[in-house]
């Protein structure tokens, strides 16, 4: 006789960047393992790889995991945690390095217990700038966001990146140039022919194709961590996915 099987429950998600509405289950055992191994390897792209690969799962295809914008890939992620293994995150937070002198006991290695409501966690996408950007009255670029493969190779963190890398993150990020009704997809062109385009803009030109990247959300929470010793809180902002693991 057959073992019965247990079904298995669906949700709907919104996709900040697009608006679009997918459904997706819960991940099960086998899809925790990958999880779990890719988390006690401390690999970047070994936990991007098993997030993608369980939202693939977990969308039976339906979703290109490859085409999300980073913040969408995360905050998927953090909604599809909290469907399968529980909406509230625990974590034992280290002491903010510019919350070290709020009393004469506060030690380094202090920590905080962190309890995070994972239906708390959004997107802010109201300071999101178009993605059709004119450069001419009939010329202009039609961008795209980088894929977390690009955020990882760039490491895009802030003020940290290099001028060079900014100029080839933008080149990898067009998705097609428009001249009056003629399209040029990026796809068919070389990186010297988009490298060429970029280079023949004005720093006004570039300025505003740089302001939608500047403009892309981040996954972000705030939270209150108390001092252990005196009891002081100092709000402390959470970015990025890694930040809800511990």
């Known amino acids: 006789m ?3 099987k247990v079904s298995t429950p669906t949700y709907e998600l919104t996709i900040p960047s697009s608006g679009e509405k997918v459904t997706y289950r819960p991940f099960l055992v086998k899809e925790e393992k990958t999880l779990l191994m ?3 390897s401390k690999d970047t792209k070994a936990m991007t790889k098993a997030m993608e690969d369980i939202i693939s799962s977990c969308t039976e295809g339906s979703v290109i995991t490859k085409d999300l914008a980073p913040f969408d890939l995360e905050y ?12 509230i995150i625990e974590l034992k937070s280290p002491r903010p390095p510019n919350f070290t002198n709020c009393c004469k006991e506060a030690k380094e290695e202090d920590v905080c217990d962190l309890s995070i409501n994972i239906d708390e966690i959004k997107v802010d996408t109201s300071k999101i700038k178009p993605s059709e950007i004119k450069v001419t009255k009939d010329i202009g670029v039609k961008m795209k966001y980088p894929q977390m493969e690009s955020v990882q190779k760039y490491n895009i963190e802030g003020d ?4 060079e890398d900014i100029f080839k993150l ?5 998705d097609y140039i428009w001249d009056g009704d003629e399209i040029f997809q990026a796809k068919d062109h070389t990186k010297k022919e988009l490298n ?7 720093s ?3 300025e505003k194709i740089r302001d939608f990247f500047e403009s892309m959300p981040r996954l972000s929470h705030d939270v209150d961590w108390k001092c252990p010793r005196c009891g002081k809180s100092k709000t402390l902002v959470l ?3 890694d930040s809800f693991f511990g």
């Open 204 to 206: 006004g030109q570039f």
């Open 160 to 163: 940290t990146m290099k001028s």
């Open 2 to 4: 057959a073992l019965p």
């Open 196 to 202: 060429e385009f970029i280079d023949s803009l004005s």
């Open 239 to 241: 970015t990025g996915v």
């Open 170 to 174: 933008i080149i990898d990020c067009v």
């Open 38 to 40: 890719a988390m006690e």
């Open 76 to 87: 998927f992620f953090l909604q599809l945690r909290g469907r399968s293994i529980g909406e």
